[in-house]
T-cell receptor, first 113, second 111 residues
Framework: NAGVTQTPKFQVLKTGQSMTLQCAQD?????MYWYRQDPGMGLRLIYY???????DKGEVPNGYNVSRLNKREFSLRLESAAPSQTSVYFC????????????FGPGTRLTVT | EDQVTQSPEALRLQEGESSSLNCSYTVSGLRGLFWYRQDPGKGPEFLFTLYSAGEEKEKERLKATLTKKESFLHITAPKPEDSATYLCAVHGASNTGKLIFGQGTTLQVKP
């Protein structure tokens, strides 16, 4: 039982490049989330998926897109990376029916130069 | 609007020196308050869920309590391995499925 996994762990991009961050969970959770964490800003919600087939914007969605590929997988895409997107990105999931504690992945540290 | 404020931002303790971390919140219809521990370079790790005022949860040297306006994470006789950032989050009825996080308290325990 791996929990929530994320790939890659580290990534360096040049301004304007695109990339996709991958997230998968093996806990049969219904809802999945993407956050970014910046010093002094705490965890900020980018997008979430309450259930398979649905996605919604969070607090800071500009510059990002998401895909809920199936119940296990939720990806985050940066179409044209900007230095302001330098951050640590976390994926999380919850059961969403009787339990709402979120379980987090190990994070992806992204640097945009 | 749901809000969470944690204090202090940083706390330094000597090993064995007990203390408390505060999480003040405003939320319409609390459906759960959560405590997490985050080590440097890692994702937040779930510690506790509290649902109603008066509830308490314990795990080793940690004890979480809840009132109608705030939660406390009490650390009894801390050890250096308790050093981490502790995050508080709330789940409210107006934000179903979404947690609102505080900024966290960074705890350093010196031997």
């Amino acid at each position: 039982n791996a929990g929530v996994t994320q790939t890659p762990k580290f990534q360096v991009l040049k301004t304007g490049q695109s990339m996709t961050l991958q997230c998968a969970q093996d806990m049969n959770h219904n809802s999945m989330y993407w956050y970014r964490q910046d010093p002094g800003m705490g965890l900020r919600l980018i997008y979430y998926s309450a259930s398979e087939g649905t996605t919604d914007k969070g607090e800071v969605p500009n510059g990002y897109n998401v895909s809920r590929l199936n119940k296990r997988e939720f990806s985050l895409r940066l179409e044209s990376a900007a230095p302001s997107q330098t951050s640590v990105y976390f994926c999380a999931s919850i059961d969403g029916t009787s339990a709402y504690e979120q379980y987090f992945g190990p994070g992806t540290r992204l640097t945009v130069t | 609007e749901d809000q969470v404020t944690q204090s202090p931002e940083a706390l330094r303790l000597q090993e064995g020196e007990s203390s408390s971390l505060n999480c003040s919140y405003t939320v319409s219809g609390l459906r759960g308050l959560f405590w997490y521990r985050q080590d440097p370079g890692k994702g937040p790790e779930f510690l506790f869920t509290l649902y109603s005022a008066g509830e308490e949860k314990e795990k080793e040297r940690l004890k979480a309590t809840l009132t109608k306006k705030e939660s406390f994470l009490h650390i009894t006789a801390p050890k250096p391995e308790d050093s981490a950032t502790y995050l508080c989050a709330v789940h409210g009825a107006s934000n179903t499925g979404k947690l609102i996080f505080g900024q966290g308290t960074t705890l350093q325990v010196k031997p």
